[in-house]
C-alpha cells in the first residue's frame, strides 16, 4: 500500500519551461516533506523541503507547495535546465521520524533542449 | 569524509551466500538509515539507528537480515543465506537528527546469482 504517490513515471519538459512534479500521499501523519533529486548509479540528493506548518517553500528555481486538505504537494522548477534531467523522489515523515522517509517511486525528468 | 561512503560499490554473490555491507556517515551524524531500492521502485526504509542502538528496525524483510552501528558511526548491514529477490541497491543515508535533512551515500549495487 503504496502511502506516497507520484503517479507519473516519466514527465518531458522543454528547456526554460516549468517543470511541474506531483505527489500525493495518504498518511495524514506525516508532518515534513521532502524532495530529492537523483542521477543513475548515485544515492538520492536532498533538493527541498516543506514542514507541514507551511504551504509553499522556496528556494532559488525551487519551489514546493504542499495543499494539505487535498493531501498533495507539488515541485516546480523553473526555468528549467537541462542538468535538471533526473528521477525526482517526493518523501514524507511523521512525528519523530524513526520510520525513516516513506519514498514515492519517482518521476523522470527530461529536459528537452 | 565529506559525504556518506558506502563500500563496496558492487557487490556479485551467489545465492545461499552471506555479505556485508558497510557505512560510513558523514562525522558527527547520530542518525543513520538503511533503505533498500528494487528496479523501478523508490527506496524502501529498511532500519534506523539513533547512535548505538537500532531506533527502529521494523523495516527488515525478514532475520535474515541484521545491521549494527556499534561505536555509533560505522554501520554493517549483514545478510544472510542471500536470495536473488535481495537484489537491489541498498543506501544508507545519514543526518544531524530526526527531521533533519537527510543525506545518502552512493548506494551498494547487490546482486545475488
Known amino acids: 500500500d503504496q502511502q506516497v504517490k507520484q503517479n507519473s513515471p516519466s514527465l518531458s519538459v522543454q528547456e526554460g519551461r516549468i517543470s511541474i512534479l506531483n505527489c500525493d500521499y495518504t498518511n495524514s501523519m506525516f508532518d515534513y516533506f521532502l524532495w530529492y533529486k537523483k542521477y543513475p548509479a548515485e544515492g538520492p540528493t536532498f533538493l527541498i523541503s516543506?514542514?507541514?506548518?507551511?504551504d509553499k517553500n522556496e528556494d532559488g528555481r525551487f519551489t514546493v507547495f504542499l495543499n494539505k486538505s487535498a493531501k498533495h504537494l507539488s515541485l516546480h522548477i523553473v526555468p528549467s535546465q537541462p542538468g535538471d534531467s533526473a528521477v525526482y523522489f517526493c518523501a514524507a515523515i511523521s512525528g519523530g521520524g524513526a520510520d525513516g522517509l516513506t519514498f514515492g517511486k519517482g518521476t523522470h525528468l527530461i529536459i528537452q533542449p | 569524509g565529506a559525504g556518506v561512503s558506502q563500500t563496496p560499490s558492487n557487490k556479485v554473490t551467489e545465492k545461499g551466500k552471506y555479505v556485508e555491507l558497510r557505512c560510513d556517515p558523514i562525522?558527527?551524524?547520530?542518525?543513520l538509515y538503511w533503505y533498500r531500492q528494487s528496479l523501478g521502485q523508490g527506496p524502501e526504509f529498511l532500519i534506523y539507528f539513533q547512535g548505538t542502538g537500532a531506533a527502529d528496525d521494523s523495516g527488515l524483510p525478514n532475520d535474515r537480515f541484521f545491521a549494527v552501528r556499534p561505536e555509533g558511526s560505522v554501520s554493517t548491514l549483514k545478510i544472510q543465506r542471500t536470495e536473488r529477490g535481495d537484489s537491489a541497491v541498498y543506501l544508507c543515508a545519514s543526518s544531524r537528527g530526526v527531521n533533519t535533512e537527510a543525506f545518502f551515500g552512493q548506494g551498494t549495487r547487490l546482486t545475488v546469482v
Open positions: 562525522s558527527g551524524h547520530t542518525a
Open positions: 516543506i514542514s507541514s506548518i507551511k
